[in-house]
């Protein structure tokens, strides 16, 4: 069962607050394949990701900054929104193992590049 975010401050406290982990949310506005897609992976991918949903019914808020639709799965990591092989959303399912790699990636990405930036802030010093 993915988490569910019920207000606009819920779903900036999980993108603000996770510092070690991506934070993978659906955006939808009912119970989807998509979502039972997520629950599916969810344990698999514990330790690199944590999951949230979102009605978008019931928190509007971000449809227009993201320019969300029905059944849109956004990451993030450390308050910032990544980009991945599927692009800035994925809205359909994907296959498993697929899905499994990109995740993969993209957390092994976003660790490289924080310590590429801490290694050159000791350097700057």
Known sequence: MLFELK??????SAIMGETE????????SGQSDLEQFLESHQVLLVNMAIFFKVNIEMVPQFNNIY?????????????????TEFGSKLIKVIESDKFVQIIQKAYINVKKVQKEIKARRTKQQ
């Open 67 to 83: 320019d969300i639709t029905e059944d849109t799965v956004m990451i993030f990591y450390k308050n910032k929104h990544v980009q």
């Open 7 to 12: 207000t606009p401050y819920a779903v900036d």
């Open 21 to 28: 982990r991506l934070v993978i949310i659906l955006f939808q």
